[in-house]
């Protein structure tokens, strides 16, 4: 493994493979830099190598399959590249699992950006997982696996992995700020031009809630996402301006219109959000 963080949860798996102990799906925390994508590559060739042994032998006919990009029996759904996963690429996935093996081995499905499926697709995932087909794995990868449905987190395998501690770049910690300061009413609120900005917004907002959802409840600070914010935080959270419901309305509120965006891009994104950001304000400022 090129990254020893990836090495533990490897090695637990190779276990389970030669006990015949693998679940029928995992996910893991979505970490490219820090190789989950190269992580899910080498188990998605691994189960469908012919002879395995601490990894894919590499030169069985299912190996060069897959090396050459044209493994029959391996499908994937890149959330990284669309803004929303929807029902009918979910389906396509379904379609092809239901088969039998080309190559006479296992099938092996991938999601990654999961977090990306509408309700509906994640459904629809559900419904397979609930009665899946003989001789088929899926790998999903997440940003945020609360954002998943709790009933297909169940129906998974949770694959834990200790990556490195991820700091926020400047340009995001610097809009947070920005955002919690309009939020006190110290400056104006941002101004949000498209969607695809209040869609990054939409991030940052939850992540800024969920790190003042944590100092409210006094939970560790080493977990904040936002760690030069934890002063500012401190503060509001001291004067106990909104309530520890209250804020997690407001992400679950995130969470809504992440799900109403995935699900019809026809949505306002940057007036609903805008329109929530003042809400918030008026909450902090009666």
Not at 132 to 156: C, G, N, Q, Y
Not at 212 to 228: F, T
Not at 234 to 253: D, H, P, T
Request: hydrophobic share 40%; charged share 20%.
């Amino acid at each position: 493994m090129a990254f020893p963080w990836l090495r533990e949860p490897w090695l637990q798996l190779i276990a389970s493979a030669k006990a015949g102990r693998l679940a029928h799906a995992y996910y893991l925390q979505h970490n490219v830099e820090a190789g989950s994508t190269e992580f899910i590559h080498r188990l998605q060739q691994f189960l469908l190598c012919n002879q395995p042994g601490k990894s894919a032998c590499g030169k069985c006919k299912s190996c060069l399959l897959y090396q050459s990009g044209n493994h029959p029996d391996t499908w994937t759904i890149d959330g990284a590249e669309v803004n929303r996963i929807g029902v009918d690429s979910v389906r396509e996935l379904q379609k092809n699992v239901m088969q039998t093996a080309n190559q006479g081995g296992l099938k092996v499905a991938v999601i990654l950006r999961a977090e990306k499926m509408t309700e509906q697709a994640g459904n629809a995932v559900l419904k397979v997982l609930e009665e899946p087909p003989a001789d088929t794995h899926w790998l999903v990868s997440t940003a945020d696996a609360e954002r998943l449905l709790p009933t297909l987190r169940s129906r998974m395998q949770w694959l834990s992995v200790s990556y490195p501690t991820t700091v926020q770049n400047d340009e995001q910690i610097s809009s947070a700020k920005e955002l919690l300061a309009g939020l006190r009413g110290h400056n104006g609120l941002p101004l949000l031009k498209d969607k695809e900005a209040a869609l990054d917004w939409l991030d940052i907002s939850e992540n800024l809630l969920l790190d003042w959802l944590l100092m409210s409840q006094d939970i560790a600070i080493n977990r904040l996402r936002y760690q030069p914010l934890a002063d500012d935080l401190r503060q509001v959270s001291r004067f106990k301006w909104v309530s520890v419901a209250e804020l997690s309305g407001w992400v679950s509120e995130c969470r809504q219109l992440r799900q109403r965006f995935q699900g019809s891009t026809g949505i306002n994104l940057p007036l609903l959000l805008s329109f929530a950001w003042s809400r918030w304000a008026d909450s902090l400022l009666r």
